[in-house]
């Protein structure tokens, strides 16, 4: 069972910058598909954006242009780049990892972490 624990959240101004990462434990972090999710008060989880076990990406309309996904399989660790953020931004991000090394919808990642808040003040 493998275990993700994200860091990287907290208080910025609109407009500004935060990175989020994503640690995994046990083996064949690289063989997996990963994603970021997002979920805000009231509202339903949404994706993110997700990168597959070869590197390929994917992003919500609502971040594409202001957020990067990335990967480090050597350190069994994601990443999300957020720039530009907005007050809309806001919201209890959650990594997942995927049952597959490539992406084929929402419903297919399995493990969850326990989710880092971003607030994004105006």
């Known amino acids: 069972q493998v275990q993700l624990v994200e860091s990287g959240g907290g208080l910025v101004q609109a407009g500004g910058s935060l990175r989020l990462s994503c640690a995994a434990s046990?083996?064949?972090?690289?063989?997996?598909?990963m994603g970021w999710f997002r979920q805000a008060p009231g509202k339903e989880r949404e994706l993110v954006a997700v990168?597959?076990?070869?590197?390929?990406?994917y992003y919500a309309d609502s971040v594409k242009g202001r957020f990067t996904i990335s990967r480090d399989n050597a350190k069994n660790t994601m990443y999300l780049q957020m720039s530009s953020l907005k007050p809309e931004d806001t919201a209890v991000y959650y990594c997942?990892?995927?049952?597959?090394?490539?992406?084929?919808?929402?419903?297919?990642?399995?493990?969850w972490g326990q989710g880092t808040q971003v607030t994004v003040s105006s």
């Open positions: 997942a990892r995927g049952r597959r090394s490539y992406y084929t919808g929402t419903a297919d990642f399995d493990s």
């Open positions: 046990g083996r064949s972090f690289s063989s997996y598909a």
């Open positions: 990168i597959t076990s070869g590197g390929n990406t």
